[in-house]
């Protein structure tokens, strides 16, 4: 798998049902981040989980991050018509330079 | 709540003209990037800057691109001759101290190259 890969690639549910992403990655990581993209614009950064962290909760998200198998997901809780976009996660990789290596993301639908 | 501003939203320019692209950073915020996002594909990382320097590029970053802080609040990123391949958008995005901190993007500038 690619660093940075979500699935599922599409993803639709009903108002009020919980949707979970999940995230594989390949090497070595300081962080992983979350971000949501309404169409056209720009990206959201929503959570944030270092390598040390087990598990993170905002308000309706909640992430986990499991470094033994390299992998994350996003669960968000009674999704909203408003949470209809597309999600990426993307990881800070370890080492002297921080970037962003993004997944080619998650498309959210969720019907009223 | 602080933004990240980009300008212009749309630039629709010429195969081989020079293009510049403008950002706004976060006041206190250290670290600047430019990522770019083809259309229906992943966002790609393109260059990082720190210190007046940059701290790391991408394959993509060749000799066409240039970043300048010319003046202490805007960042830019310059393409000197376009290609129809340079058409996507391109992000701008500050974080506060690089590691361990959200990003925090600009809306983007739509390139069209003609």
């Known amino acids: 798998s690619q660093q940075g890969e979500e699935d599922p690639q599409a993803l639709s549910i009903q108002e009020g049902e919980n949707a979970t992403m999940n995230c594989s990655y390949k090497t070595s990581i300081n962080n992983l981040q979350w971000y949501r993209q309404n169409s056209g614009r720009g990206l959201v950064h929503l959570i944030l989980?270092?390598?040390?962290?087990r598990e993170k909760h905002s308000g309706r998200l909640r992430v986990t991050l499991d470094t033994s198998k390299k992998s994350s997901s996003l669960l968000i809780t009674a999704s909203r018509a408003a949470d209809t976009a597309s999600y990426f996660c993307a990881t800070d990789t370890a080492g002297a330079n921080s970037k962003l290596t993004f997944g080619k993301g998650i498309t959210l639908s969720v019907r009223p | 709540e602080p933004e990240v501003t980009q300008t212009p939203s749309h630039q629709v320019t010429q195969m081989g003209q020079e293009v510049i692209l403008r950002c706004v950073p976060i006041s206190n915020h250290l670290y600047f990037y430019w990522y770019r996002q083809i259309l229906g594909q992943k966002v790609e990382f393109l260059v990082s800057f720190y210190n007046n320097e940059i701290s790391e590029k991408s394959e993509i970053f060749d000799d066409q691109f240039s970043v300048e802080r010319p003046d202490g609040s805007n960042f830019t990123l310059k393409i000197r001759s376009t290609k129809l391949e340079d058409s996507a958008m391109y992000f701008c995005?500050?974080?506060?101290?690089?590691?361990?901190?959200?990003?925090?993007f600009g809306s983007g500038t739509r390139l069209t190259v003609v």
């Open positions: 989980i270092r390598s040390n962290e």
């Open positions: 995005a500050s974080s506060v101290r690089g590691l361990d901190y959200g990003y925090t």
